[in-house]
Structure formats: C-alpha cells, structure tokens
C-alpha cells in the first residue's frame, strides 16, 4: 500500500514537470525578438523601432511634455503616448531617446538634468514612465 502511494507520486511529479518543461517551451517559441537591459535605465533590442508618431503637444505652464516613444513588448511594437510632467526648479527635462548601440537600439530614459551642469551627466534618476522597461 505505501508502495503504491510512493509510485503515485512520482507519477504526479513526473506529469508535473513533463507539463512545466512544455509549458515554458511553448512561451519561448512566441517570442520572435529579443532585449537585454545593459545599463539602469538603458533597454537593447534587436529590430529598428519604428519611427516617432506624430504628437499633438499642447502647452502648459509649469510643465514640460514628455514626448511617446515606442517600446517593445514581446514580438511587437507598442506606442507609449507622451505625457505633462510637473517642471522642476532649476532643472531642464533631458528627453529620452533610440540610439543604435552595436547589433541593436538601445533606448536611454530621459531625465532631469540641474541647469549649468555639464552635458551627459543626469542630475536625477529618469522618473514615472520612463524608468528602465524590461522588454523581454
């Protein structure tokens, strides 16, 4: 009787992993494309992203427009819409962008960047929406 039980649990082991085993390798046969972060706040991928859309920017004081860009998630394309930030004292908003790294396009967040200080050193870590995007 202990025996039977013992080899029916091995069984349900067994299934249990055979389905996780195809199970992961079914979702890692979706994925077409590939990314890899490099540096906080920097996102590599593989294909050219496709070109900025065209934003409507309406002005409003005490804020900067944070523009859209395109971002990857899984094997395709998706618009992030852009967006008002709050402005902040004695900073500029250092807008993000698609860089060509290598092989692939690195998108490097944008920032705030304190007024005077030299250019490529960012003041602030990139906020809200912008942070690092893991598209894997």
Do not use: F
């Not at 349900?12 to 979702?27: D, E, F, H, P």
């Not at 890899?36 to 050219?48: K, L, N």
């Amino acid at each position: 009787m202990q025996n039977e039980s013992y080899m029916r649990t091995r069984s349900i082991l067994a299934r249990l992993i055979l389905a996780g085993a195809v199970a992961t390798s079914v979702g890692a046969c979706r994925l077409h494309g590939s990314a890899w972060v490099s540096t906080p706040g920097v996102i590599i991928v593989d294909e050219t992203p496709p070109p900025p859309r065209h934003e409507v920017i309406v002005v409003r004081s005490g804020y900067v427009w944070v523009g859209g860009h395109w971002e990857r998630s899984g094997s395709q394309w998706v618009w992030r819409d852009g967006y008002h930030e709050r402005t902040r004292a004695d900073h500029d908003w250092k807008p993000g962008r698609w860089e060509r790294r290598g092989k692939g396009h690195a998108w490097v967040a944008g920032s705030w960047q304190a007024r005077g200080q030299a250019r490529g050193h960012d003041h602030d870590k990139p906020k809200g929406r912008d942070r690092v995007q893991d598209h894997r």
